[in-house]
Protein backbone atom coordinates (compact mmCIF):
# COMPACT_ATOMS: atom_id res chain seq x y z
CA UNK A 1 0.00 0.00 0.00
CA UNK A 2 1.09 3.20 -0.75
CA UNK A 3 1.23 5.94 2.19
CA UNK A 4 1.99 9.23 2.32
CA UNK A 5 3.79 10.27 5.91
CA UNK A 6 4.23 13.90 6.50
CA UNK A 7 7.28 13.51 8.51
CA UNK A 8 9.13 17.19 10.03
CA UNK A 9 6.69 18.89 7.63
CA UNK A 10 8.13 16.90 4.74
CA UNK A 11 5.99 14.54 3.27
CA UNK A 12 7.35 11.55 1.27
CA UNK A 13 5.68 8.28 -0.14
CA UNK A 14 6.43 4.88 1.18
CA UNK A 15 5.42 1.71 0.23
CA UNK A 16 4.47 -0.76 2.73
CA UNK A 17 2.22 -3.32 4.63
CA UNK A 18 -0.53 -0.76 6.41
CA UNK A 19 0.24 -2.66 9.68
CA UNK A 20 3.91 -1.92 9.35
CA UNK A 21 5.07 0.12 12.91
CA UNK A 22 5.54 3.44 12.71
CA UNK A 23 8.89 2.90 14.28
CA UNK A 24 10.11 0.30 11.52
CA UNK A 25 9.57 2.80 8.66
CA UNK A 26 11.21 6.20 10.50
CA UNK A 27 14.05 3.79 10.91
CA UNK A 28 14.50 1.56 7.96
CA UNK A 29 12.82 3.15 5.36
CA UNK A 30 13.38 7.22 6.62
CA UNK A 31 16.94 6.73 8.29
CA UNK A 32 15.53 9.02 11.26
CA UNK A 33 17.01 6.40 13.61
CA UNK A 34 16.18 9.50 16.50
CA UNK A 35 13.30 7.25 17.44
CA UNK A 36 14.78 4.43 19.05
CA UNK A 37 13.19 0.61 19.85
CA UNK A 38 13.14 -0.31 23.17
CA UNK A 39 10.17 -2.77 24.01
CA UNK A 40 8.68 -2.91 20.79
CA UNK A 41 5.14 -3.00 23.14
CA UNK A 42 4.04 0.33 23.80
CA UNK A 43 5.77 -0.15 27.62
CA UNK A 44 9.12 1.99 27.50
CA UNK A 45 9.06 5.08 25.37
CA UNK A 46 11.61 4.99 24.11
CA UNK A 47 10.38 4.95 20.70
CA UNK A 48 8.08 7.90 21.27
CA UNK A 49 7.07 10.78 18.43
CA UNK A 50 4.40 13.78 17.61
CA UNK A 51 1.60 12.59 15.97
CA UNK A 52 -0.97 15.66 15.58
CA UNK A 53 0.98 17.06 18.14
CA UNK A 54 0.85 14.11 20.50
CA UNK A 55 2.97 12.23 22.00
CA UNK A 56 2.82 8.49 20.57
CA UNK A 57 4.74 5.06 21.20
CA UNK A 58 5.30 4.44 17.03
CA UNK A 59 6.58 0.88 18.03
CA UNK A 60 2.61 0.14 18.22
CA UNK A 61 0.99 2.85 16.02
CA UNK A 62 0.30 1.20 12.63
CA UNK A 63 1.12 2.90 9.72
CA UNK A 64 -2.30 2.78 8.04
CA UNK A 65 -3.35 5.62 10.73
CA UNK A 66 -0.72 8.05 9.91
CA UNK A 67 -1.92 8.67 6.25
CA UNK A 68 -1.25 12.61 6.16
CA UNK A 69 -1.25 13.51 10.10
CA UNK A 70 1.99 15.45 10.96
CA UNK A 71 4.89 13.68 12.15
CA UNK A 72 7.43 14.82 14.63
CA UNK A 73 11.02 13.28 15.07
CA UNK A 74 13.84 13.85 17.07
CA UNK A 75 15.36 15.05 13.70
CA UNK A 76 12.13 17.87 13.63
CA UNK A 77 13.55 19.62 17.18
CA UNK A 78 16.59 21.25 15.83
CA UNK A 79 19.95 19.66 14.36
CA UNK A 80 23.92 19.08 15.55
CA UNK A 81 24.62 23.10 14.16
CA UNK A 82 21.30 24.31 15.21
CA UNK A 83 19.59 22.33 17.92
CA UNK A 84 16.46 23.50 19.36
CA UNK A 85 15.52 24.34 22.81
CA UNK A 86 15.41 21.01 23.98
CA UNK A 87 18.33 19.66 23.02
CA UNK A 88 20.25 22.14 23.76
CA UNK A 89 19.28 22.27 27.26
CA UNK A 90 19.64 18.54 27.40
CA UNK A 91 23.24 18.86 26.22
CA UNK A 92 24.33 21.83 28.55
CA UNK A 93 22.58 19.91 31.77
CA UNK A 94 24.47 16.74 30.33
CA UNK A 95 21.02 14.89 31.09
CA UNK A 96 21.99 11.52 29.21
CA UNK A 97 23.80 8.78 30.54
CA UNK A 98 23.51 5.66 27.54
CA UNK A 99 21.33 8.53 25.84
CA UNK A 100 18.97 5.67 25.20
CA UNK A 101 15.61 6.73 26.27
CA UNK A 102 16.62 10.61 25.48
CA UNK A 103 14.99 11.08 22.06
CA UNK A 104 11.73 9.77 23.57
CA UNK A 105 11.99 12.13 26.47
CA UNK A 106 12.57 14.94 24.44
CA UNK A 107 9.42 14.49 21.72
CA UNK A 108 7.64 14.16 25.13
CA UNK A 109 8.25 16.75 26.62
CA UNK A 110 8.23 18.76 23.42
CA UNK A 111 4.32 18.39 24.18
CA UNK A 112 4.61 19.60 26.90
CA UNK A 113 6.07 22.62 26.50
CA UNK A 114 3.56 23.43 23.38
CA UNK A 115 0.63 23.27 25.96
CA UNK A 116 2.40 24.32 29.30
CA UNK A 117 5.37 27.38 28.29
CA UNK A 118 6.18 27.63 32.25
CA UNK A 119 5.66 23.87 33.65
CA UNK A 120 6.24 22.80 37.24
CA UNK A 121 8.61 20.13 38.37
CA UNK A 122 5.58 18.05 39.30
CA UNK A 123 4.25 18.90 35.80
CA UNK A 124 7.36 17.82 34.30
CA UNK A 125 7.90 14.45 35.78
CA UNK A 126 3.83 13.54 35.92
CA UNK A 127 4.02 14.16 31.88
CA UNK A 128 7.59 11.97 31.57
CA UNK A 129 6.03 9.30 33.29
CA UNK A 130 5.31 7.29 30.34
CA UNK A 131 9.16 7.29 29.58
CA UNK A 132 11.67 4.94 31.14
CA UNK A 133 15.29 5.50 31.83
CA UNK A 134 17.11 2.87 33.08
CA UNK A 135 20.44 5.00 33.78
CA UNK A 136 18.25 7.03 36.67
CA UNK A 137 18.99 10.41 34.98
CA UNK A 138 15.71 11.74 35.96
CA UNK A 139 16.55 14.72 37.99
CA UNK A 140 18.81 15.87 35.15
CA UNK A 141 16.02 15.49 32.80
CA UNK A 142 13.53 17.35 34.94
CA UNK A 143 16.29 20.20 35.04
CA UNK A 144 16.76 20.24 31.31
CA UNK A 145 12.84 20.32 30.82
CA UNK A 146 13.31 23.68 32.63
CA UNK A 147 15.86 25.33 31.10
CA UNK A 148 14.42 24.58 27.69
CA UNK A 149 11.55 26.10 28.51
CA UNK A 150 13.05 29.49 29.71
CA UNK A 151 14.93 29.01 26.51
CA UNK A 152 11.39 28.98 24.81
CA UNK A 153 9.83 31.81 26.48
CA UNK A 154 13.37 33.76 25.85
CA UNK A 155 12.75 33.20 22.11
CA UNK A 156 9.05 33.99 22.09
CA UNK A 157 9.71 37.13 23.46
CA UNK A 158 12.64 37.91 21.20
CA UNK A 159 9.97 36.72 18.47
CA UNK A 160 13.03 33.62 17.50
CA UNK A 161 11.96 29.87 17.53
CA UNK A 162 15.89 29.42 18.58
CA UNK A 163 17.86 30.51 21.24
S1 LIG B 1 9.90 0.70 21.96
FE1 LIG B 1 7.98 1.64 21.82
S2 LIG B 1 7.32 1.85 23.85
FE2 LIG B 1 9.14 0.71 24.02
S1 LIG C 1 20.07 7.76 29.79
FE1 LIG C 1 20.17 5.60 29.62
S2 LIG C 1 18.10 4.95 29.59
FE2 LIG C 1 17.99 7.06 30.01
Known sequence: MMITLNVNGKPQQIDAEPDTPLLYV??????????KFGCGLGQCGACTVLLDGRPVFSCVVPLSVVDNRPITTLEGLGSPSA????????????AAQCGFCIPGM????????NANKKP?????????QP?????????????????????????????????
Not at 26 to 35: F, H, K, Q, V
Not at 120 to 128: G, Y
Open 26 to 35: LRNDLALNGA
Open 106 to 113: MLRAQALL
Open 83 to 94: PGPLQRAFVEEQ
Open 131 to 163: NLCRCGTHMRIVKAVKRAAEYTRTAAASGSDRT
Open 120 to 128: TEADIRKHL
